[in-house]
C-alpha cells in the first residue's frame, strides 16, 4: 500500500498556524467504476476514505513504517504574508483606482 506525507493548505477560513498538521492519506489501488443505476463514482478500495493527521512529520513517517506501507513524503510549501495596511487602499499609486 502506497501512502502519501504531507501538510494541507490551510483553508481560506483560517488564518492561524496553530493547527499545522501532517497528514496521510493513501493512494488509489484499484481502479474507479461508475456505477450503472446512480451514475456515481466508486471503487471497491476503502483505504482511499481514510485521511490519518499527526502533530509532527516524524510522527508521520514512524507510523507508516510501523505499519509497513510504502510511502512518499511532499516537502512543506512555504507561504508568504503580505503585510499590508489599511491606508494601502487610499495610495496614489495604485493599479486600480479604490471606488465603493
Not at 488509489?28 to 481514510?50: C, F, H, N, Y
Amino acid at each position: 500500500m502506497r501512502a502519501r506525507i504531507f501538510k494541507p493548505s490551510r483553508t481560506a477560513m483560517q488564518s492561524g498556524k496553530g493547527r499545522a498538521r501532517w497528514r496521510i492519506e493513501f493512494e488509489d489501488l484499484g481502479p474507479l467504476e461508475v456505477d450503472p443505476l446512480m451514475g456515481w463514482t466508486s471503487s471497491a478500495d476503502t483505504k482511499r476514505q481514510i485521511r490519518l493527521d499527526f502533530p509532527t512529520r516524524e510522527e508521520a513517517i514512524a507510523y507508516a513504517e510501523r505499519h509497513g506501507y510504502d510511502y512518499r513524503v511532499e516537502e512543506e510549501k512555504s507561504s508568504t504574508e503580505k503585510r499590508m495596511a489599511y491606508s494601502d487602499n487610499f495610495r496614489a499609486d495604485r493599479v486600480a483606482p479604490w471606488t465603493h
